[in-house]
């Protein structure tokens, strides 16, 4: 059973940093892109930042310049770094991982989206 778990989250001042982890766990194969989307109140979920297993980024425009995403294929982890916080960047962050699961019987699925459970980050003063 593979898992995405999320930490860093919190409460910042405007102008601030914060750093969002992100952890694949479990019955993994291969790891493909990763990445962090967003998600305010009364809003669709929206891409933040992608990485792919060669390390090629993409961000979104109100976040370029400022966030910077990176991973660690070793040990299955993406990281985002937050600095330049804004009070629109407030929402909740969730981790996204497109993961070939390996089952129990050795077999290996097709690849599939994971999501994690999401990490608050509030930017207020």
């Known amino acids: 059973q593979v898992q995405l778990v999320e930490s860093g989250g919190g409460l910042v001042q405007p102008g601030g940093s914060l750093r969002l982890s992100c952890t694949a766990s479990?019955?993994?194969?291969?790891?493909?892109?990763m990445g962090w989307y967003h998600q305010a109140p009364a809003r669709e979920r929206e891409l933040v930042a992608t990485i792919t297993s060669d390390g090629i980024t993409n961000y979104a425009d109100s976040v370029k310049g400022r966030f910077t995403i990176s991973r660690d294929n070793a040990k299955n982890t993406v990281d985002l770094q937050m600095n330049s916080l804004k009070p629109e960047d407030t929402a909740a962050y969730y981790c996204?991982?497109?993961?070939?699961?390996?089952?129990?019987?050795?077999?290996?699925?097709?690849?599939?989206?994971?999501w994690g459970q999401g990490t608050q980050v509030t930017v207020s003063s």
């Open positions: 479990g019955n993994i194969f291969r790891i493909y892109a």
């Open positions: 996204n991982a497109v993961i070939r699961p390996r089952y129990e019987s050795g077999a290996i699925g097709p690849g599939r989206e994971y």
